[in-house]
T-cell receptor, first 112, second 110 residues
Framework: EAQVTQNPRYLITVTGKKLTVTCSQN?????MSWYRQDPGLGLRQIYY???????DKGDVPEGYKVSRKEKRNFPLILESPSPNQTSLYFC???????????FGPGTRLLVL | DAKTTQPPSMDCAEGRAANLPCNHS???????VYWYRQIHSQGPQYIIH???NNETNEMASLIITEDRKSSTLILPHATLRDTAVYYC???????????FGTGTSLTVIP
């Protein structure tokens, strides 16, 4: 089954403790992206990647890092999480010729 | 990419057509109109996209005005499962950046 998976689905952490949210897709897609969703602000793009070793900033990249060492994986790294990064995070992927962006199930992060 | 304006919420009776409007007055000639929807807090789901001609698929129809400054997503026979937040996005085809905005919360009423 074609899908985008994220782990963990729920995470509670404390300020300053580094964490990584993993994202993996099994559709051989070139394009992957991370979003955060906050009440009243909708979905905002954090980072995206056009292919392996090619990444670029979205609208709200501050406080986040990403890497794309393999085509299927696109982890989101919070080196020093802060409470304002408490949010619902979505990973997505799209093929180079496809129009449809496929989204993962989301990761709820709470930073205390 | 051009920004969009959508009403924050709408209601629709079950079985009736739901017409969701979107304004994109600053759209450029090479920008497409895309629609996604999000049910509860699940990942958004692609619905349809178009450039200037009206489009229809198994889920919905997309009507784009001649000047391309606005569009309407039509769900022909709304069901309770269509209750969701609907996002109108304008961007270049296969562009890298997506601006979702806050969307329209559609409630289908029994």
């Amino acid at each position: 089954e074609a899908q985008v998976t994220q782990n963990p689905r729920y995470l509670i952490t404390v300020t300053g403790k580094k964490l990584t949210v993993t994202c993996s897709q099994n559709m051989n897609h070139e394009y992957m992206s991370w979003y955060r969703q906050d009440p009243g602000l909708g979905l905002r793009q954090i980072y995206y990647s056009m292919n392996v070793e090619v990444t670029d900033k979205g609208d709200v990249p501050e406080g986040y890092k990403v890497s794309r060492k393999e085509k299927r994986n696109f982890p989101l790294i919070l080196e020093s999480p802060s409470p304002n990064q408490t949010s619902l995070y979505f990973c997505a992927s799209r093929g180079s010729v496809g129009e449809t962006q496929y989204f993962g199930p989301g990761t709820r992060l709470l930073v205390l | 990419d051009a920004k969009t304006t959508q009403p924050p919420s709408m209601d629709c009776a079950e079985g009736r057509a739901a017409n969701l409007p979107c304004n994109h007055s600053t759209i450029s000639g090479n920008e497409y109109v895309y629609w996604y929807r999000q049910i509860h807090s699940q990942g958004p789901q692609y619905i349809i996209h178009g450039l200037k001609n009206n489009e229809t698929n198994e889920m919905a129809s997309l009507i784009i005005t001649e000047d391309r400054k606005s569009s309407t997503l039509i769900l022909p026979h709304a069901t309770l499962r269509d209750t969701a937040v609907y996002y109108c996005i304008v961007r270049v085809r296969r562009g890298n950046q997506f601006y979702f905005g806050t969307g329209t919360s559609l409630t289908v009423i029994p």
